[in-house]
């Protein structure tokens, strides 16, 4: 049962959202709000982290802005140091990189200071994240590996899935199977043991796309249909739109750009409505290929240059590059 938000409101906010119950944390805020009823800081921060993991960006960069400014009128440096993150996570979803490396670091640099090893892994997670998309590819795996070691000191479930899903990318894009395979099963492990609907959609999403990459294309379906249950249930659009990203890049490798293009396009419509970059260049580019497969050339160039420019704008020169090459006459 949801308690009332007067009622020690931070604590029951954060126990909903260690649960992955986000939708709740949102509800209470829009009862607060219909009652005009100012939101401390932390509550603020709360609910940003609520709606920003539902793929409300827009709401949960207005909190998250609101909440820095309280924690800065009360020179709390733990309070500044969550918000930073929140809102670099946000500028990374929306592809602003720059931005998003700036409040990275800065976050990082208040953890050191206030030796919050938690925060420390975060933000060296989400760095990592950063270098993998512009190219640094042993930079953005030494940055994931320092995280997971704090985190499995730390014993944190859900960084230690979200870390393992970041290490199986990295593996899965250098070829290196058998370790995209481990670590995409470990973060699907970690990420029940934190039960959080949403973080497990995301680690089985993972794990789908290294069975694609690896040709076990049975275990992904099964994968992806249990990721988007799981992401509906925990009403993330933005997570079951990257199952259809997926699921198109199954399809074609079955040889059905028919269905690779259905998938891509469902993909890339919800990416562009949250405004997440970098799914929506991923779609684009595969519907992309799909088209070109279905020798519907006008509308291939169109989505290749709609992925082009995505990525330009991410500066994610790995997506570039395998975009390019794909664009080359056969």
């Known amino acids: ?91 990374f979803e929306r592809g602003s990189l720059d931005d998003a490396t700036g409040q990275f670091t800065s976050s990082l640099d208040l953890s050191r200071s206030l030796a919050d090893l938690q925060y420390t892994a975060r933000a060296s997670n989400n760095l990592g994240s950063v270098a993998y998309l512009r190219g640094h590819v042993e930079e953005s795996r030494s940055l994931f590996r320092e995280a997971l070691l704090a985190y499995l000191r730390l014993g944190d479930r859900r960084g230690m899935a979200e870390t393992y899903h970041n290490l199986g990318i990295v593996a899965r894009e250098n070829g290196e199977m058998e370790d995209a395979t481990r670590a995409a099963e470990r973060a699907v492990r970690h990420a029940r043991l934190a039960g959080d609907p949403a973080l497990i959609a995301l680690a089985m999403t993972g794990k789908a796309d290294t069975a694609v990459a690896d040709g076990a294309f049975e ?89 082009e420019r995505l990525f330009q704008s991410l500066g994610a020169i790995l997506h570039l590059a395998r975009l390019r090459e794909a664009d080359l006459p056969q």
């Open 1 to 91: 049962m949801i308690q009332p938000i007067d009622a020690d409101p931070v604590t029951g906010l954060r126990a909903l959202l260690s649960q992955g119950r986000y939708r709740e944390v949102l509800d209470l805020y829009a009862g607060a709000a219909a009652r005009d009823t100012p939101l401390p800081p932390a509550v603020a921060l709360a609910v940003a982290t609520a709606a920003t993991r539902l793929g409300s960006l827009t709401e949960g960069e207005s909190l998250a802005t609101s909440a820095l400014g309280g924690f800065r009128q009360q020179a709390d440096d733990d309070g500044r140091m969550r918000c930073l993150n929140l809102l670099g996570a946000i500028a």
């Open 219 to 307: 275990v992904a379906r099964e994968d992806l249909d249990l990721a988007e249950e799981l992401a509906v249930k925990a009403g993330d659009e933005v997570g079951a739109g990257e199952v259809n990203r997926v699921r198109a890049a199954r399809w074609l490798r079955l040889g059905d750009p028919e269905r690779a293009l259905a998938a891509a396009k469902l993909g890339r419509a919800t990416a562009e409505r949250f405004g997440s970059t970098q799914i929506q260049g991923e779609c684009a580019a595969l519907a992309s290929r799909a088209a070109r497969l279905l020798q519907r050339t006008e509308e291939a160039a169109g989505f290749s240059v709609e992925a």
